[in-house]
């Protein structure tokens, strides 16, 4: 209990302190497409429901709601994600809203498997697993040819951002597997430290990946009018 209260509120913390710092780093930057936006609305939302999650364990909230925020916080934002590397390889409307299906699909089957006994659990996680199959999918080939035409600065942005999400979001149905939901191989409390640490680096490394290559497009940008003026 202790344990996850500390865990619950050192993320919801790191995640609110990180939406600061990407709201202002969008208000300062000199490009503001829209979709950056995205970047302090994933993390702001996490920090939120990790607050929530907090107040569950400490008991503050009568009922135990850590599976509904933490299930309500991916259901969210990971169609968010998946919308910004959609946009990032400037893929069309309906490409990302299949995407962005097939994550929701992947999320609530997910709920599904973890709180319904019995036969419907595995049913769901089957169900869950093959949207995240399919969207895997839909990440290695549609979305990447589409991206394959864009300038190199931002290929290799994508390619970052499709191979960290790819990678990490693997862990989470082996996670599931191995925790409290699965075969109780990992203790409850490691469970849920394991799952922020990986949401940690899911949100805010992500953004932070974004930010850092976003600024140096645009500084490369500038740098080309600017030598363009020149000539
Ligand atoms: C579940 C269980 C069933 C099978 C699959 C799952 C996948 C979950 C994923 C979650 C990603 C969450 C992220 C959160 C960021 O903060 C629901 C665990 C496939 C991929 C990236």
Not at 35 to 58: D, E, F, K, R
Not at 98 to 117: C, F, L, N, R, S
Not at 186 to 206: E, M, N, P, Q, W
Request: proline share 3%.
């Amino acid at each position: 209990m202790v344990v996850e209260l500390g865990v619950f509120s050192v993320t919801s913390a790191i995640m609110l302190v990180a939406t600061g710092v990407f709201a202002l780093w969008y208000l300062t930057s000199s490009q503001k497409p829209r979709s950056y936006l995205l970047l302090p609305a994933i993390t702001g939302i996490a920090g939120v429901l990790y607050a929530v999650m907090a107040l569950s364990s400490a008991g503050t909230i009568g009922q135990n709601v850590i599976v509904e925020a933490r299930y309500l916080d991916w259901v969210l934002t990971t169609p968010m994600i998946v919308a910004y590397i959609g946009l990032t390889a400037g893929a069309d409307k309906r490409l990302i809203g299949k995407a962005m299906a097939a994550d929701a699909v992947m999320i609530a089957a997910g709920y599904v498997a973890t709180t319904v006994p019995g036969t419907v659990r595995w049913a769901g996680f089957a169900v869950s697993m093959l949207a995240f199959v399919y969207l895997l999918y839909l990440l290695v080939t549609k979305v990447t040819t589409v991206a394959n035409d864009r300038i190199p600065a931002v290929q290799s942005t994508f390619r970052t951002i499709r191979d960290l999400t790819i990678v990490l979001w693997c862990v989470y149905p082996v996670l599931w597997l191995m925790g409290p939901t699965g075969f109780e191989l990992v203790r409850v409390a490691d469970y849920h430290f394991v799952i922020a640490s990986l949401d940690l680096t899911a949100k805010v490394g992500f953004d932070a990946i974004v930010a850092a290559r976003a600024a140096r497009v645009s500084t490369m940008l500038d740098d080309q009018t600017f030598s363009g003026a020149l000539n």
